[in-house]
Each structure stands twice: as structure tokens, then as C-alpha cells.
């Protein structure tokens, strides 16, 4: 599923976020666009992150071409009866970081934002759907408007086994849910560059909060106590 993966606003992206410049046109090694197990994808990564020039359409193509295979990320999914969980597969090298997130059964996200970054996101087992929504306008929050303005849809759609989505700022918004009750979800997020929290969002009404996004295990370990994604 390739439908939300829009570059055209991504200047504006990209200038915003001075660490980072991304090009167009690849000068990466063309023999390096199938990765075969998770840790190549790694490499390919830290290949394609080893300049300040990182092409989009690149890193959409590997994260694409990786197939899911248990016994290469099997040891970071760190399942959580209550809530899904985050889990750092790797730190990167300041531009990027690449982390599991898992979803039990029934197990979704609020509706968030992405702080400016970009976000790949892989289905590596089960399934997952996208609720992706307008930003609330300001007109939508005038405080002496009492009446609740929920918030617009955009599409929803399904993120199935390997498929990949892509969002950022410009695109929206996005809530994610595994809508399995019988079967628990994986998927390998990539963002650019890392965060650390978020805005979340009420659908009712658009309000908006702030959150710290932590980590409950790091390198496959679980942590005494879930830490900030710094
Ligand atoms: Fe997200």
C-alpha cells in the first residue's frame, strides 16, 4: 500500500528539520536495495544516513523489499497486556531511529502527530488499520464555540502483511489499531529523525495534548521502567 507515500510538500519538511536534507536523486549503491534480513536493513540504513542527503524514495524502496521474517526481529517483540508497546531496535546514528512497535489484540494508538519527523511504518505480522484524519483548524478550536467539533476523516485503510505506509506532518494526522481479537500485530517503524513526544489528539472535539513517547524494552531487553524514546 503506497497511496500516502506524497512527496510534494516535503521541502517545506525537509527545511524545517536543518539536521537533515533529503535529495531526489539517489547516489545510493544500487545492489544495496534488498535487504535479506532485518540487520541488512540496518546496514543498508546507516548506509543511506552516512551523509546529510537522505532520498525518501529510497528508504520507502528498502523498507518495502525487506520481507518479514520471525527469527530476525522475534527478540524484540515485547508484548504488554494493557497497551501496546515500543521497542528500540536501533539507536541510528542521530537522523534516524528504527523500533517494533506490538499490538495485542484489539490493541490501537490515540490520534497523533509526528513532530515534524517522517515515519515509515512495515506490517511484519498480523494486521493493522489506519484511521488518517485532518489537522483541527483553528476554526474548529475557538474556545467560545461550545459545540463539539469531532474531527474529519480522511480514509482509512488497511495495512496488511508487508506493506509499508509513510506519513509526515503535511499529511495528516493518524490514529492505528490492530482490529484483530484473536491475533496480535508487529509492525518495524522507522523515523526521521527520532522524537521523543508527540501531539495527541480527542476525536470528539480536536483537543489536543502533549505526550512523551517511551520505550519498554531497548536491544530486546525489557526496561526496569519505560524510559523517553531520546
Ligand atoms: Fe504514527
Redesign the pocket.
Known sequence: MTDALTYSSHQQQISDNPSIYFKKQNQHNENHENPRTLRELIEYLYEAFSTDMVDLDYLHTIMTNYKSSPKDWQQYAKFKQDRYTRNLVDGGNGKFNLMLLCWSEGQG?SI?D?TNSH?FMKCLDGKLVETRYEWPTEDDQQEDDKKEKPMKLKYQSDLNYNDVLY?NDSLGL?R?ENPSHTDKCVTLHLYIPPYHQCHTFDERTGKQGQVVVTFYSKYGQILEKETPAL
Open positions: 494508538s497523533h509526528h515515519c506519513i493518524h492505528v
